[in-house]
């Protein structure tokens, strides 16, 4: 079954949540406000996450794609960031069903994790300081908006270092970094923006991993290129391997090798699989979405949505059936303002 891509989402338009979770607790949504002088807002000592909902009509469920794998990776950068969460991987999987139990959505959303700093304190620093998690979610469609193919740039900005903020790390002062070369990219008529790293390889775009076909291997830039360990980009990879049978070789990638590519393709939470048509006013291939990007993109909304059996396990279901919920462990802290 070939599932029907959302073909644009206006976020200008869209509603605020109702909810939002914050430590622990389900909470109306503009409760979840901080002030001016909020450490992570002036100096940006946060990080985040990006999951998907999927909505499967036929089943009349949401699914949340690999949330105890998010998670983790949220538990990790915020050691980077010396912070101490008093919650696991499993806490807020259980915090995250129960603040879309209460959102009632019944279409494809996106969540955003938050964990930053709340303390409203001057001075530069990441000790002595009191972490706030919180999560919101709403309704979201396609991210790039344009299903047919992008044009991309190769931005003048480079990404970031390991060095000089940790790559694995989804923090939130590092994506000014992503923000200028997606803004440079747009204004000059592209759609996105390939960073590359201080070696002058391709990298990553401003909020996505990057892959390209050519001469019949897929490759990708490896984790010490400086880019996002992505959970998009290791399902991606495994359904290669195993779904459509390709070899999938992780090697620094040259600028040049883009214009070379048979095919070009960026993938993350948000942008899911993005087909590159243009790169830099070159076609790529064909200049359309090429067969296996397309073959690919086709089988990763059949996963997601949960319904290839073999990848199910990576699905959880918000909303279970009536026995199963009364036998989930309640959210830490309880539920306030939820229904």
Known sequence: MVTTVDRKVDRTAAPRPRYAYRDGRIVPYREASFGLLTHALNYGTGLFAGLRGYWNAEERQLFVFRPEDHFRR???SARLLRMELSVTPADLTRGL?????AEGYHENCYIRPLAFYGDESIGVRLH???PVVGMAALPFGSYLGKEDGIHVMISSWTRV?????PARGKFSGSYVNSALAKTDAVLAGFDEALLLNDHGHVCEGSVENVFMLRNGVVVTPPVTDDVLEGFTRATIIQLLREELGQTVVE????????Y??????LTGTGAQISPVVRADHRPIGSGATGVLTAALRARYLEVTSGRVARYRAWCR???APAAAAAAE?????GVAGGR
Request: proline share 8%.
């Open 74 to 76: 949220f538990c990790e």
């Open 97 to 101: 069903i129960e603040l879309l139990r």
């Open 128 to 130: 002595n300081l009191t």
């Open 161 to 165: 270092s390991d060095n000089v903020i």
């Open 251 to 258: 090697r620094s990638i040259d600028r040049t090798e883009l």
């Open 260 to 265: 070379l590519a048979d095919e070009v393709f």
């Open 317 to 319: 279901p918000v909303y």
């Open 329 to 333: 462990a309640p959210v830490p802290g």
